[in-house]
């Protein structure tokens, strides 16, 4: 198996577990995942660049870095859009819709949006798709930065 693949599925399990840590409904858990992310990606980049065979070049170790990253960034991504759209199924939105003014309701309605499915899982479903392609390329971004830095700390 590819070392990208290993590193990528290494890094997916813990963006998986990460990313149920959301559901839990204490503010400073659930923020867990977000600061960990970065370290992660980077972790997994490393990690892959680790498994390919010696003498690693800083480009080499950098691709594989990226893709390790693209691929776990890419199962952390489709797992928190459909955890967050489920998540939004349930959400209590008549305190969001009652913060609205009746100005904003009224141009909604004239304009043919209904307000309530401003709030809805489909709206999550689809900024959450985009959110998931965001970080595809964030994580084989500093997948590949980990790769780089770990192949130039060790090369053998």
């Known amino acids: 198996m590819s070392p990208w693949i290993k590193a990528g599925l290494v890094g997916a399990a813990i963006v998986v577990v990460l990313s149920l840590l959301r559901l839990i409904p204490i503010l400073c ?3 867990i995942p977000c600061g960990l992310s970065p370290l992660i990606y980077a972790g997994v980049g490393a990690l892959a660049a680790y498994w ?3 003498p690693r070049n800083a480009g080499t ?3 594989q870095g990226a893709l390790a990253g693209a691929l776990a960034g890419l199962i952390g991504g489709i797992l928190n859009t459909i955890v967050g759209t489920v998540q939004a199924r349930y959400w209590d939105t008549s ?5 609205m003014p ?6 909604m309605r004239q304009a043919g949006i209904d307000p309530s499915s401003l709030v809805g899982p489909g709206l999550f479903l689809f900024t959450g798709s985009i959110c998931c392609l965001g970080d595809l390329v964030f994580a084989a971004l500093l997948g590949a930065i980990g790769g780089a830095i770990f192949a130039a700390v060790k090369p053998d």
Do not use: M, R, T
């Not at 009746?102 to 141009?107: D, K, L, Y």
């Open 95 to 99: 305190n969001i819709l009652a913060a």
């Open 52 to 54: 390919v065979p010696p």
């Open 29 to 31: 858990v659930s923020l």
């Open 61 to 63: 170790a950098a691709g």
């Open 102 to 107: 009746p100005e904003s309701w009224e141009q």
